[in-house]
Structure formats: C-alpha cells, structure tokens
C-alpha cells in the first residue's frame, strides 16, 4: 500500500514535468531547409544482407545517423502495393491498395484528395523534382506528383504530371506522352543524359530516358540523375527544395520468377544490381547534404519484395515473387531526432516527421486539398499514441493530461480520443494520462 502511494506520488511529480516537455521528434529543426526522400522499392532489411553476400558494403547501412524501420501496411491490406505505399510516404495517410493519393473509402467523411508533401513544398514556394528509373508514370513518382483512383492509368497520370507545376520529373519513358504535348505545357523535354547535362537552374523539366537506368553501369545512372536534379533544385531559393528519388528496380527485379524470366542468380544479380546502382545515389546525394548542412535526407522502402531470408547455409534467397508485410529499413542522414532509433514507425508518420521538421504546421500537413484539416479516424486509434506520430512518450501523456483537465478537447470517437481513454471508460481522466505515461516511461527504459 505505502509503496503504491509512493509511486503514484512518484508518477504525479513526472506528470506535472511531463506537462511541460514538447514532443522531441516533432521539433522544427530551423537548420532544415532542403528535405530528398528516397524510396527503394521493394527494398526490405535482407536485401541488403544479399548485397553484402555479393561483397558490397553498402554506403546507407554504414554511414546512416539514425536507422529504425517502417510499418508498411495500406488502409485495406497488410501487405501493400507500391501505390498505396508511396501515397502513405508522400500524402501522409493509410489508402487502399492501388489508389494513388486518393482515400477511395471514405465512410468517416474525412478527405478524398490527401495534398502530397510535394504538393505542399511547392505550394511553399520550394523547388520540387521527382527523379526515378521506373517510368515517369509507375506508381511511386505517381503518388508523388498526382492523384487517380487506379495506379494503371497511365495515360491520365501522365497528363496530370504535365499539368503540375513541379520543376523536374525524370524517369524512363511512358509511351503515352507526345514529346509536343509536354513542351505545350512548359516542360523542356529531355530524352537523353547529354540534353539532362545541359539544364541550366531554373528551367523546368521532364525527363524521358531510355536504357537501364537502374544499373550501376549504364550509360545514364540513377546516381548522376539524382546529383544534376538537386544541382537544378538547389538555387539560392531560400525556401529550399524537395526531392523524391526512387530506385524502382529493386522490386521490380525481385518480382521475376525463377525459370520464367532469368534463372535464379542471374535473379540475385540483378536485385544486387539494383540495390547497388540505389546506394551510389545515396552516397552522391549524401555528400551533396553533408557539405550542405540544410539538407535532411531519408531512405527508406515502401514495402519488402520476394521474401528474403537466409536457407540452412546461410546464403539469403528469395522465397516468393511477390509483395511481403515485413518491416523495411528507415536511415536518416543529417538528423537524429526524427524518431526513436531502432524502431518501427508506421509508414504515414514519416512524411509527416519531415514536415514538422521543416515547421509545417498540423493545419497544413497532411491535409486535404481543399484546405479542411484531415481528421484521423477511429481505426487510426493506437492505445496511448494521442498525437498520432507512432510513438507512445511523454507528450502523449501530456495531450491526455490536459484533454482530462479541460486543456485539450477531443471529439468523443476520434483516434485522439480512443488513443487517450486507456480504460475505454468513455472519459479521459488523468488515470488514462498515468497509464499512457507509465508506457512511455518504459520506452524510455
Ligand atoms: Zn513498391
């Protein structure tokens, strides 16, 4: 009984100090000013394990700052696609499996067209570019650029693309674009590593290349691509500049099944390949950031491809052609406080990490595109996370506190509100804020 009281004096004393802590990892970092996210796709932890078997040490999985891993599930499926994991990595927000940028399923009422960081960035006044070896019009640059209801439009996405007002769109070509179209809407169309060469800073661009983009030897490489973009991005703008970079090939080679359309290591070799054409960008772009001191770069994955892990020798193989709901890798350069190191976070957090980093407010990301604040919905409640960002800390504890004082009033049935009431007695009370932060203190332990 004495020990209870201590404790609980104990927890009350931490409570009132916890009422004054702000969320660490969700500070603005005043020094941020350009933000380059890059997404290999289908990258999961063991394909960069098979890379090191083939004898490469990979840049990112060395010289990271902060290494966690990111939750990959959509709204409607553990295992997602690419296009509802690029909208979770772009829009902020869980969509169902082959929308882009689009909430098809709607049933609390809370936005159909989630804005994309992108959209945002450039709405601020930054420089924008998407740069990847996929088609300009694959999935994830889709997600980055545009919305439809179905990834397999292409032809729609390629003239929304051409509509935006985005700086630079690279990628391998889509045959349903005319080279007059996209010059008619303002873009200098290059088609070739010469022509990209010869952009001067501030033309706007769409990129139309042919070739093997993703290998590390081909005569046009993901790596240069990436360094002439951010050389066009970054001008004495202040406002900065974002950047979504995608090595595309490391799902794509890893969905070819054995016997089918190569054999089984030429299969390995040519994930390897991917992964390492995916790293010698990092390493450019990387060292761009660290002689910058303003640039934040993340690399992360919208999904693992293939089901790696190692058999009874120790050798990592393939165990399927298709999609896994396993955690992939999440490495921050030029940052240590996006998250907690070493943990998972759910994928949507992660965009919206980087903007609180670059000290946009909740009301501006993510947000609908008409303006009106996106309400997270019941089935985005996780016990004790109040504030959504996939952690459970003090200023959880914090939020339920005051909501249980009158400080903070959420609407009974919103996320906030079920995160908060820990008991699901109907009423937040500093009891649920107690519990919350017990959690967070173990976390922290
Ligand atoms: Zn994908």
């Not at 670059?358 to 609908?368: H, I, N």
């Not at 959504?388 to 009974?412: C, N, Q, S, W």
Request: some cysteine; hydrophobic content about 40%.
């Amino acid at each position: 009984m004495k020990t209870k009281r201590i404790l609980s004096l104990l927890l009350t004393l931490i409570m009132a100090f916890a009422l004054c802590i702000p969320a660490l990892a969700l500070d603005a970092d005043p020094e941020i000013r350009n933000v380059i996210i890059m997404i290999g796709d289908g990258m999961g932890e063991n394909h960069l394990k098979l890379a090191e078997q083939y004898g490469h040490t990979l840049f990112m999985n060395t010289e990271y700052d902060l290494r966690g891993q990111s939750m990959t599930s959509s709204l409607s499926h553990i295992t997602t696609d690419s296009a509802a994991g690029g909208t979770a990595l772009a829009c902020g927000m869980r969509v169902i499996n082959q929308t882009v940028g689009v909430l098809g399923y709607d049933p609390f009422g809370l936005v159909r067209l989630p804005m994309s960081i992108t959209e945002v960035a450039a709405e601020k006044g930054m420089r924008t570019g998407i740069v990847t070896t996929d088609k300009t019009t694959g999935a994830t640059p889709a997600d980055f650029t545009v919305h439809v209801l179905y990834r397999k439009q292409y032809e729609k996405i390629g003239q929304a693309q051409i509509e935006t007002n985005f700086d630079l769109i690279w990628g391998a070509k889509e045959s349903t674009l005319a080279r007059e179209d996209v010059e008619a809407h303002g873009w200098t169309y290059v088609s070739n590593r010469d022509e990209m060469l010869a952009l001067e800073p501030g033309s706007r661009s769409y990129g139309q290349f042919s070739g093997q983009l993703w290998r590390p030897n081909n005569s046009l490489t993901l790596a240069e691509m990436s360094t002439k973009a951010i050389e066009l991005l970054n001008t004495d703008n202040d406002k900065g500049f974002f950047l979504m970079i995608e090595g595309a090939h490391i799902d794509k080679n890893s969905h070819t099944s054995d016997g089918i359309k190569m054999d089984y290591d030429e299969k390995r070799e040519s994930v390897v390949d991917a992964v390492v054409g995916f790293d010698n960008a990092i390493r450019d772009v990387v060292e761009f950031a660290r002689e910058d001191g303003h640039t934040v770069v993340l690399v992360t994955a919208d999904h693992e491809t293939g089901w790696i892990f190692a058999d009874i020798h120790g050798d990592m193989r393939f165990h399927s052609n298709e999609h896994t709901a396993h955690n992939v890798p999440v490495f921050v350069f030029g940052n240590k406080t996006l998250f907690k190191a070493n943990h998972a976070v759910p994928n949507y957090t992660i965009p919206i990490r980087l903007a609180r980093l670059l000290g946009w407010g909740k009301d501006e990301f993510p947000r609908a595109r008409d303006g009106s604040l996106i309400k997270r919905g019941p089935e985005d409640a996780s016990p004790g996370d109040v504030d959504g960002d996939g952690d459970v800390t003090a200023a959880d504890a914090r939020l339920a506190l005051r909501a249980a004082v009158g400080l903070e009033r959420f609407e009974p049935g919103s996320a906030e509100f079920l995160a908060a009431d820990m008991d699901g007695d109907g009423v937040i009370t500093a009891a649920d804020a107690r519990q919350i932060l017990r959690i967070a203190v173990d976390a922290e332990a």
